[in-house]
């Protein structure tokens, strides 16, 4: 956590979200799944691969001005399981969110499968259990495994 | 039956298979033994895609049980085609019914509307999903030909959106039955199904030609390939015409194979096979009304009865 900033190689910020203890190389599927691209124009730093001692190379990333919900954090455990969550305001850390596998996820996830009969303009949520390597849709049954950012539902 | 609604065929246990399967075994022998516990029991068919076997099973059964049915009619001609959702939908003839049979060309639609409404909802089909009544008449047929200890299985045909295919395979998996799957590549089980089948400790092999194991089945349950499956004309030609049986093919077959089909065919099983000794497609069909008559007694039978759908002292209600 408290690496020398030369390590970390990107600035504090006043207020946002610190995800820290990324497993390496997965900041972009971080990003994808929060639905995070850049258009927002909110301001993202990322590092990719700096030294940890916990996971040997990890990825952090910081979004200005957004405040991640827990929901948000659980499905962010199914890309990076050892991740932390950091709430920062005024500079300081507010919250520490800990990233737990959900058992579920609900409303967060859009079925892959197109004609699944949560795609179909029904007033349900999508709901998907958290199965041994992936998620499964409690409606369908859809197994989804890879790319699990890409089924981000709008939100 | 300890459940509310029949979703799917994965929550069925043995016990609640062989409960059902028994209890149709009774009205098949006695048709009346059943009548008048329904008298004021109204069904509402709900079908969103054609049907004729399932749809008019479920009637003859509700009436014979001494109760009624209300037909939603086609999609066409109902408030569907204003738009309508499916929850909406099912909110409202809840109030018209006491249990809801539900076809719907959607996977998960039938889930759905279970949590809408506080009847029964029997999936009678949800797009490439589950049919789990046709498993329970399916069973029922094979118990009556075959028993269902010690079997071995092949199922043919489209595996990958058959949804009778994936309710039956997973019912078998309670019987610890060896299932072969034989299909074009383009048509093999999707991995959802193989992940409970796998999960389930399965015993299971995937096959594309049937002469490897089709001397070894008892029974072989046979799919249509839908043609819009495929891309194109030739190549539905080329696969599907390696998927049909007929009377020559099952000559490598064992004497005592039963073939069965859910229908409708078109032209997977020649006519031939129709009057041999293997043919059990039409007795299958005809089960449709025994079993589904059990099945509705288990589900509709109301509270405290529900628990022992197979309660056969005809004790009143």
Redesign the interface.
């Given at each position: 956590m408290s690496e020398p900033e030369r390590e970390l190689r990107v600035s504090k910020i006043r207020d946002g979200t610190v995800i820290d203890h990324i497993t390496g190389g997965q900041a972009l599927n971080v990003l994808a799944i929060l639905g995070i691209d850049g258009d927002e124009g909110v301001g993202v730093s990322i590092g990719m691969n700096v030294p940890s001692d916990k996971l040997g190379t990890k990825d952090v990333v910081k979004v200005e001005d957004r405040e991640l919900s827990q929901g948000e954090v659980d499905v962010l455990s199914l890309l990076a399981p050892e991740a932390t969550v950091n709430i920062v305001r005024e500079f300081e850390v507010v919250d520490k969110k800990r990233v737990e596998r959900p058992e579920r996820v609900v409303g967060l996830l859009t079925c892959p499968n197109h004609n699944c009969i949560t795609n179909a303009d029904e007033p349900v949520e999508s709901a998907f259990g958290v199965v041994d390597d992936g998620v499964r849709c409690e409606f369908c049954g859809e197994i989804v495994r890879e790319d699990i950012g890409d089924h981000l539902a709008v939100h | 039956m300890r459940h509310d609604h029949l979703l799917s065929a994965g929550q069925l246990t043995r016990e609640d298979i062989e409960a059902v399967l028994d209890r149709a075994a009774e009205l098949d022998a006695d048709p009346d033994a059943a009548a008048g516990r329904y008298d004021d029991t109204l069904l509402a068919l709900c079908f969103f895609e054609p049907s004729t076997r399932t749809k008019m099973s479920f009637d003859t059964a509700m009436k014979r049980l001494g109760g009624d049915t209300v037909d939603m009619g086609t999609v066409e001609s109902s408030s569907v085609k204003k738009g309508e959702?499916?929850?909406d939908t099912v909110r409202v003839i809840e109030g018209y019914a006491d249990g809801i049979v539900l076809r719907?060309?959607?996977?998960?639609?039938a889930?759905?509307a279970s949590?809408f409404v506080d009847v029964p909802v029997v999936n009678a089909g949800?797009?490439?999903?589950q049919h789990p009544s046709q498993t329970l008449l399916d069973l029922y047929t094979m118990r009556e030909r075959a028993g269902l200890d010690d079997l071995t299985v092949g199922i043919m045909g489209d595996l990958k959106y058959g949804r009778t295919v994936h309710s039956l395979a997973s019912a078998l998996t309670e019987f610890d039955a060896r299932m072969h799957f034989v299909s074009p590549e383009s048509l093999r089980l999707p991995?959802?199904?193989q992940?409970?089948l796998h999960d389930a400790g399965a015993r299971l092999r995937e096959h594309t030609d049937l002469d490897e194991v089709l001397p070894e089945l008892d029974v072989l349950y046979v799919t249509r390939i839908q043609r819009e499956r495929f891309p194109d004309e030739n190549e539905y030609q080329k696969v599907a015409g390696q998927y049909r049986i007929d009377a020559e093919t099952l000559e490598a077959a064992r004497d005592d194979l039963t073939v069965m089909h859910p229908l409708p065919r078109v032209d997977e099983i020649a006519p031939d096979v129709d009057d041999s000794e293997y043919a059990a497609y039409f007795a299958q069909a005809h089960n449709g009304v025994p079993v589904r008559m059990a099945l509705l007694d288990g589900l509709l039978a109301g509270d405290g009865a529900a628990d022992d759908p197979v309660a056969t002292d005809g004790g009143g209600r």
């Open positions: - | 959702s499916l929850a719907h060309p959607s996977e998960g639609a889930k759905l949590q949800d797009g490439a999903g991995r959802s199904v992940f409970d």
